[in-house]
């Protein structure tokens, strides 16, 4: 569904992401870790045409996405960040982005599991950070996307909320999506992802499923083995704080 080769892409003299080669092929939920700085978030937005790398290509459903913008229809994307227009209402807000996809998004089990019934027709605005996080989440999820990209989705969530996310990852996941997912909570890639990508400096360090990992480096929890992967590629003269 999606391949990446040799992938690069530079900010100034900071470069990025160097030589990147990744597919996504199968469904399934992968993780994308890394530490602040270490590419995920330029790796994502690549793929989603809103970074232009130097160099390489990607390819969506076997077409490059070079100077392409229709292929986006077909993923379900999650921003950390919600900076939705705050004077729309949640219907609003459903009805701009169906036109914009040109199809009708399916919410009225997401309004009922993550309990929007009473939002929906209130300001964004005016509405909690969870609870727009919640309307971030239908947005995502509510277009039938084969692909998902979810950035940071607990962020803001209750617990609740938190365990019926989990719950709809499982049955998209069962209903052949490929769900890419990046997050700094670590329970939640155990508890989640069959696979990981761990990026460094641009690098891809590792790719793999949980046990792999804690083979690897001998540990019995994904923490500490990621924590060595920092620490076998820190500098010799960097103290890690």
């Known amino acids: 569904m999606i391949n990446i080769k040799n992938l690069h892409k530079s900010f100034g003299t900071n470069h990025v992401l160097n030589g990147i080669d990744l597919d996504f092929t199968r469904h399934g939920i992968t993780a994308i870790l890394g530490p602040n700085g270490s590419g995920k978030t330029t790796l994502i937005k690549s793929i989603l045409g809103m970074v232009i790398p130097d160099s390489g290509s990607i390819r969506f459903m076997g077409e490059s996405i070079k100077n392409k ?142 046990e792999a990992l804690l083979n690897k480096y001998k540990q019995t929890n994904l923490e500490p083995a990621i924590a060595d992967i920092l620490r076998a590629n820190a500098a010799p003269a960097q103290a890690i704080s």
């Open 69 to 210: 913008y229709a292929y986006r229809n077909h993923i379900g994307y999650l921003p950390q960040i919600a900076r939705f227009p705050e004077n729309l209402k949640p219907t609003e807000l459903f009805q701009l982005l169906g036109n914009l996809k040109n199809t009708r998004p399916n919410l009225d089990n997401l309004i009922d599991r993550f309990n929007l019934g009473q939002h929906l027709n209130t300001r964004l605005g005016k509405l909690s950070g969870g609870t727009r996080q919640k309307i971030n989440l239908l947005q995502a999820f509510g277009f039938d996307s084969p692909v998902i990209i979810l950035d940071e989705p607990t962020a803001g969530l209750d617990p609740v909320s938190v365990i019926e996310l989990k719950k709809l990852m499982r049955e998209e996941e069962a209903r052949g999506k490929i769900i890419l997912l990046t997050t700094h909570i670590i329970s939640f890639v155990e508890d989640m992802a069959e696979e990981m990508v761990f990026l460094l400096d641009g690098h891809i360090h590792f790719r793999g499923d949980k």
